[in-house]
C-alpha cells in the first residue's frame, strides 16, 4: 500500500525537529495573516486574528497530515495483514523515527510474506511426499485383498519398502522441526572423526548396491570437537546422496583431515554433479536436482537441509563443488578438539 502524499517535513532527521517546526510555522503564519490583514486589508484586528488562526490551522493540518500519513497506512496494512494479504508496504520517505519503523515494517512484511510462501510450500510437497508411498500401499493392499495378487515375499518387500520411505520422510520432519525451533541440544564433545564416518559406511553398506565406497583418513587420531551423533547424521545424508547420484559400479570417496582449526570431510561422487546456479539451491527443503530420480530411490529432499542446519549449529560450514571432470564434491568443516594432533598431509586433491 503506497499513498504519495506532499510530505514537506520529510527532510527533517526527528520527530521533535518536525514539531518544533510545525509549531514555529503556526505561529509565524499567524502573525504573518494578521499583520497583513490589518495593514494592508483593513481589518478589524477581531476579524484579522479569526482569518489568521483559521489559516495557521489549515497549514499546520496539512503539514500534520504528511507526518501522521504512514501511521494510518501501517494500520490499515496491519488489518490486511491480519487477514492474510502479505503484500501490504507502506511509504517509507521521512527520515525521523516513524520512517524507521516504516521501514521495519516492511521489513518484517516481506518476511512474512516470505514465510508464508514457504508454509504453503511445506504442506504442498508435504502432501504430495507422503500421498506417493501412500497411494502405492493402498494399490496393494487392496489387490491382496481382492486376491489380485498373493502375499508373496516381493509383494511384501515392496510394502516394507513404501513403510520405510513414510518412516524416512516423518524422521527427517520431526528433525527439521526440531532444527528450526532450535531445540535439539548438542552434546559436544572430543571424538574421533575415523570412528564416526566408518560406522557411517557400516549402515550405509545395504544401500550403496555395487557402489564402492573408498574412505581415506591419513590420520587416525584425528578428532573434532562437535556432537558425534548430528555428524553422523550429516555424513550418513551425504554418503547416501553421494550413492543415489553414482553411476552403477562408481565410486564415491569419503575423507576426513585437519586443516587448521578445522576438521573438513569431503564426500565425492561420480554423478552428473550440481550446477553452479543450483549451488544454494540444494540446501531448501524438498529441493532436487534430479528430482525424477531421487523420487524413484525415495529421497524427499530434505537430506541436505538438515544436514546444513546441523553443520550451522556447529558453526561450521558446508558447500558443494564440481568435481572433474564430472561429480560432486560435497565439503563440510567442523571445529577441532584439543589437544589437538599435529596437521597430517592433506590427501591429493583436497583444498590447500
Not at 253 to 261: G, P, S, T
Not at 334 to 347: C, H, K, L, S, T
Request: aromatic residues 4%; hydrophobic residues 45%.
Amino acid at each position: 500500500m503506497r499513498h504519495l502524499h506532499a510530505r514537506p517535513l520529510d527532510p527533517l532527521p526527528s520527530i521533535k525537529v518536525k514539531l518544533s517546526a510545525l509549531i514555529a510555522g503556526a505561529v509565524g503564519i499567524t502573525v504573518l495573516v494578521f499583520w497583513v490583514g490589518v495593514r494592508f486589508l483593513d481589518l478589524w484586528p477581531s476579524v484579522a486574528g479569526v482569518v489568521a488562526a483559521l489559516v495557521a490551522l489549515a497549514c499546520v493540518r496539512f503539514l500534520a497530515r504528511g507526518l501522521t500519513t504512514p501511521l494510518r497506512e501501517m494500520a490499515a496494512a496491519t488489518q490486511a495483514m491480519a487477514k492474510g494479504d502479505y503484500s501490504q508496504r507502506v511509504n517509507a520517505t521521512s527520515r525521523d523515527e516513524i520512517g524507521r519503523l516504516a521501514r521495519a515494517f516492511n521489513q518484517m512484511a516481506g518476511e512474512l510474506a516470505e514465510t508464508d510462501r514457504l508454509r504453503r510450500d511445506l504442506v504442498a510437497n508435504v502432501s504430495h511426499e507422503l500421498r506417493t508411498p501412500l497411494a502405492a500401499l493402498q494399490a496393494t493392499l487392496e489387490n491382496l485383498v481382492d486376491g489380485v495378487s498373493e502375499p508373496d515375499p516381493h509383494t511384501l518387500r515392496t510394502m516394507l519398502t513404501q513403510v520405510q520411505r513414510l518412516g524416512r520422510l516423518v524422521s527427517q520432519l520431526l528433525d527439521l522441526s526440531r532444527l528450526e525451533a532450535g531445540t535439539v541440544p548438542l552434546d559436544r564433545r572430543s571424538f574421533e572423526v575415523g570412528v564416526v564416518l566408518e560406522a557411517v559406511v557400516r549402515e550405509q553398506q545395504a544401500r550403496v548396491g555395487d557402489v564402492t565406497v573408498a574412505v581415506q583418513i591419513p590420520d587416525r587420531r584425528l578428532t573434532a570437537e562437535a556432537d558425534p551423533e548430528r555428524v553422523h547424521q550429516v555424513v550418513a545424508n551425504l554418503l547416501e546422496n553421494a550413492v543415489r547420484h553414482s553411476p552403477p559400479g562408481g565410486t564415491v570417496e569419503l575423507r576426513a583431515y585437519a586443516r587448521d582449526r578445522d576438521v573438513v570431510i569431503e564426500v565425492l561422487d561420480e554423478g552428473p554433479g550440481i550446477p553452479s546456479d543450483e549451488a544454494q539451491r540444494v540446501f531448501e527443503r524438498f529441493y532436487r536436482a534430479d528430482a525424477a530420480r531421487a523420487a524413484a530411490d525415495g529421497g524427499a529432499g530434505l537430506g541436505l537441509s538438515i544436514a546444513r542446519w546441523i553443520v550451522d549449529l556447529h558453526g561450521g560450514d558446508i558447500r558443494p563443488e564440481r568435481r572433474e571432470p564430472h561429480g560432486c564434491r560435497m565439503i563440510v568443516t567442523f571445529p577441532r578438539g584439543a589437544p589437538q594432533p599435529r596437521p597430517a598431509p592433506q590427501p591429493q586433491g583436497a583444498p590447500a
